[in-house]
């Protein structure tokens, strides 16, 4: 299974960016999906949203009304439009996803990041 990102870079504070992750291989069914970002300076990584198979979001406080997540389950993809963002939004966006392969039940995959830096 390989989860592949995209949609990083670089942008002034308020602007938007657009993450998407594709999930592929031997896939037999996802659950959750979601995104997780690392701050510089070696911080842990912090979940930023999450959602569901059957559609449900979940989000951290601080980007709530600014980030919307939505998912393409017959694509096996994720995405995460980021609006209004700010220098703190910045760091590398990691993306996760909750997999049952033909050999294993369920298990949690990651992509390789997405650099996201916000700055003027």
């Known amino acids: 299974v390989q989860l592949v990102e995209s949609g990083g870079g670089l942008v002034q504070p308020g602007g938007s960016l657009r993450l998407s992750c594709a999930a592929s291989g031997s896939i037999f069914s996802i659950s959750t999906m979601g995104w997780y970002r690392q701050a510089p300076a070696g911080k842990q990584r912090e979940l930023v949203a999450v959602i569901t198979s059957g559609g449900s979001p979940t989000y951290r406080a601080s980007v709530k009304g600014r980030f919307t997540i939505s998912r393409d389950n017959a694509k096996n993809m994720v995405y995460l439009q980021m609006n209004s963002l700010k220098p703190e939004d910045t760091g590398v966006y990691y993306c996760?996803?909750?997999?049952?392969?033909?050999?294993?039940?369920?298990?949690?995959?990651w992509g390789q990041g997405a650099q996201v830096t916000v700055s003027s």
């Open positions: 996760q996803a909750r997999i049952r392969t033909d050999v294993t039940f369920l298990a949690d995959y």
